[in-house]
């Protein structure tokens, strides 16, 4: 099993709301990743998890929090989300974090409407 | 910091014809590059990577990319471009040591038939 398991596909939600995203890998990979990428531009990295503990956190706003419940889940919480917060939403993960030739294995993504 | 610029937001070439997509790297030590693909609302996946084993680096679906240090770029090709090629390519740089992996803006392909 080589992938990367992102759901829902597809999420419209109000700024009022409180939604997740939710990521799933049975690789063994220790380090897994939330991504951010808006239409036509390259994906934006937001959170690092190595060893189901925050590496990185790219100061993203709070209205975002993740989690890593164990080795294969990773979440993403979303609350009093903006529209502008609207994108696609990548989860990735690799064998170990990023710092040689790590491969990173992305899911297909949540794309987010906030209205 | 770690950078890597894509020459090109949009390139279009006829099927069979060659395909060069740039990418030039800024860098006082050793990088590490990839070149990834996404196709319409999917995810990224890697087409190849440089881990200085090799300066030609073959990849997936008839790709490769040299690595010219003296240019600074990581430049990736392929001889005969097909229909299915057309997607975003990124192309991504990480260091030793760094556990961030950073895109470049991506370039656009359509394939013409």
């Known amino acids: 099993d080589t992938e990367v398991t992102q759901t829902p596909k597809h999420l419209v939600m109000g700024m009022t709301n409180k939604k997740s995203l939710k990521c799933e890998q049975h690789?063994?990979?220790?380090?897994m990743y939330w991504y951010k990428q808006k239409a036509k531009k390259p994906p934006e990295l937001m959170f690092v998890y190595s060893y189901e503990k925050l590496s990185i956190n790219e100061s993203v706003p709070s209205r975002f929090s993740p989690e890593c419940p164990n080795s294969s889940l990773l979440n993403l919480h979303l609350h009093a989300l903006q529209p502008e917060d609207s994108a696609l939403y990548l989860c990735a993960s690799s064998q170990e974090v990023v710092r040689t030739n790590e491969k990173l294995f992305f899911g297909s993504g949540t794309q987010l409407s906030v209205l | 910091a770690q950078s890597v610029t894509q020459l090109g937001s949009h390139v279009s070439v006829s099927e069979g014809a060659l395909v060069l997509l740039r990418c030039n790297y800024s860098?006082?030590?050793?990088?590490?590059l990839f070149w990834y693909v996404q196709y319409p609302n999917q995810g990224l996946q890697l087409l190849l990577k440089?881990?200085?084993?090799?300066?030609l680096v073959k990849g997936i679906n008839g790709f490769e990319a040299e690595f010219k240090k003296s240019e600074t770029s990581f430049h990736l090709t392929k001889p005969s471009a097909h229909m299915s090629d057309a997607a975003e390519y990124f192309c991504a740089v990480s260091y030793f040591g760094n556990e961030k992996l950073t895109f470049g803006t991506g370039t656009r392909l359509t394939i013409i038939p």
């Open positions: 440089y881990t200085s084993a090799a300066t």
């Open positions: 690789m063994g990979h220790r380090a």
């Open positions: 860098s006082s030590v050793p990088p590490y």
